[in-house]
């Protein structure tokens, strides 16, 4: 079963508002889809998230060209190969072995997000070619698997608690968990949000992602000012080029557990988190980096270290690793409000996962489940 062609289509959708988080502005959702087709007439579909899609989009055309003929079921020779393009090899300035010269360091980020969505279209290849959903193929079980909703972004004007209506009206839906932005306001001002928003909440599950909006002695002081409303963890609480040594000490000075990982690009960066941040929850995104295989590859080392596994969005596809991991499978994301995300709630997918009642129904359909609409993509195609 060869790879015969790799395509990508490159769609954004534009948000009915701008909303804000700690740090970046959102006018639109965009997203690459790669369509991978074997000799024998499989299509497998992965995605892609994140910034400069554009050029993930050239990067996939290149890779594309490379893995031609390869066998679609190989997906971890095929990562290997592709992910090698990275550093340098013998004579691999001299392309003698038929393959690129190293590519260039400052396009990482997006060189590991063209090889997810190459290497998440091939797990879909998988469980169609084997006529078995993702997750059997990895070993789990059609449990319902619990969902968390995430709002609060800031939207211009809005009181600094209206997102006290918006993740109550979650609850109401019958999410049992929301997670709130913040970092964008003062510190005072954030306390007073998370305090309102628990009291709206009861009981339910509330976590904080915090953008990276703190350096340490800043998100110490957030913290403690902030444990003793109860929530399930501070994510992203640290500024980016803080690392698992200052991770460390935060998690020494709360009680509240940390969770990081939705922007590591690899097993090496995510296993130093894992073995000495402190973190609790790893967070882990296919569509941004490295894809299902690497992916697996996280979780497992998190499961040895007693960490639990509650991936960033896409919960039609993450929702397959959470489910073979019942003992560290924790949670998996969504975002509760439609306009927020038009292409979940908008129609990018003609059939897929379903969250009903705060909790996230697998289906048997073979691959990842889900089909696309791709009236959908040519509406909103980027050319």
Known sequence: MKIKTVKSHLISVPLTVKTWTAQEAFSDVSCLLVEIETDNGLQGIGQ?????????????????????????????????KLFSLTSPRPYGADAIDSLPPPLARTDRLQITAAIGGIDNALWDIKGKASNMPVFRLLGGEASTIPVYATGGYLKKGAPITACVGELKAFIDQGYTAVKLKVGHHTMEEEVERVSATRDAIGDAMLMLDMNACY?????????????????????????????????????EATSIPLAHGERLYDRFTARDFIENGGIKFIQMDSTRH??????????????????????????????????AFPRAGFIAE??????????????????????????????????????????????????
């Open 215 to 251: 350096d340490l002695n800043e998100c110490i002081r957030f913290a403690k000012a902030v444990e003793p409303f109860n929530l399930t963890w501070l994510e992203e609480p640290l500024h980016w080029y803080l690392q698992p040594a200052d991770f460390a000490k935060l998690a």
């Open 334 to 383: 969504s975002h509760g409000e439609p306009d927020r995300n038009p292409l979940w709630h908008g129609g990018l997918f003609a059939k897929k996962a379903e969250i009903k009642d705060g909790y996230l129904h697998l289906n048997e359909s073979a691959g990842f489940g889900y089909d696309i609409n791709w009236d959908f993509v040519d509406k909103y195609r980027v050319n």
């Open 48 to 80: 892609v998230a994140g910034p400069n899609l554009t050029l993930v989009r050239d990067y996939v055309q290149l890779f594309g060209d490379i893995i031609k003929s390869m066998d679609a079921r190989s997906s971890t020779v095929v990562w290997e």
């Open 290 to 323: 490295s894809g299902i295989t690497e992916h697996l590859r996280i979780a497992h080392m998190a499961e040895q270290n007693g960490i639990f596994i509650a991936p960033h969005l896409a919960p039609e596809m993450h929702g397959h690793l959470v489910s």
